[in-house]
């Protein structure tokens, strides 16, 4: 497939995406200015990912830190805001950490402690989302949502900062069935607002919907939503 093939099918891709969310805003009343995509670059090639910037789409997220290392030197000539999306060792989070716009996946306290740990080392901020098992399946990552609320002492301190919650619905082929884990991530999202009860910490984003259930998420507040397939089913090996 050549550069302008390539580009001509992730535009009216791209364009159905952002119509599907607009869509899904205006149904929930909402700015469709509020929702930002993140392209799932994880399936496709560098020489894809690459146009994703002048197509309009800075964020693009990856699964595995050991890819998106690869894939951020590879375009370090890009204005490319890159974000985490999957599970982070802590053996990994010193190389990956100043590469990140956005770490969704921090799913225990040993992880945190680790990129604070490294934080101080680095003199860095970190901008990091709460990973939640909003899906309640024991092969997910993430703090249990009473945990969470309970961790608040240990979250609270250090150079962190927590922007938000992260969450993944279990999958279904009817992206209705999601709706109720992305309705308990924002109603768990404004319980940890009330009792925090921090300056600083208003956990802004929800970090909520794929490809298969982005409209639902998007009904339910999510401002970030992940879409892998929908963009690029096909192109993986270009």
């Known amino acids: 497939m050549t550069d302008h093939d390539l580009r001509s099918k992730l535009t009216d891709r791209l364009a159905a995406v952002r119509a599907r969310i607009a869509a899904a805003c205006a149904r929930a009343h909402r700015d469709p ?3 930002t995509l993140v392209a799932v670059t ?4 560098p020489n894809v990912a690459r146009l994703l910037p002048e197509l309009g789409v800075l964020d693009l997220g990856e699964s595995r830190p050991q890819e998106l290392w690869r894939k951020a030197e590879a375009l370090a000539h890009l204005p490319i805001r890159w974000h985490l999306v999957g ?3 802590r053996n990994k989070v010193e190389r990956t ?3 990140v716009h956005l770490t969704h996946s921090i799913d225990s306290l040993r992880l945190f402690r680790e990129v604070d740990a490294q934080a101080a080392k680095l003199n860095a901020r970190p901008r990091v989302l709460l990973q939640v098992n909003i899906s309640s399946e024991g092969q997910k990552h993430g703090f249990e949502p ?3 609320v309970r961790a608040a002492p240990d979250l609270v301190r250090g150079r962190v900062e927590i922007v938000g919650l992260m969450g993944m619905a279990a999958y279904s ?3 209705e069935r999601a709706r109720p884990a992305f309705a308990g991530l924002r109603q768990l999202r404004d319980r940890l607002r009330r009792e925090w009860n921090l300056t600083g910490f208003q956990l802004e984003n929800l970090s909520m919907g ?3 259930d982005f409209e639902v998420a998007v009904e339910q507040g999510a401002t970030l939503v992940r879409i892998g397939t929908t963009l690029f089913a096909g192109l993986e090996g270009e």
């Open 173 to 175: 082929d009817d992206a």
């Open 33 to 35: 200015a509020g929702v």
């Open 87 to 89: 599970h982070l060792q």
């Open 146 to 148: 009473d945990e969470l």
């Open 42 to 45: 994880k399936t496709v090639s």
């Open 97 to 99: 950490m100043p590469l």
């Open 210 to 212: 794929m490809s298969g």
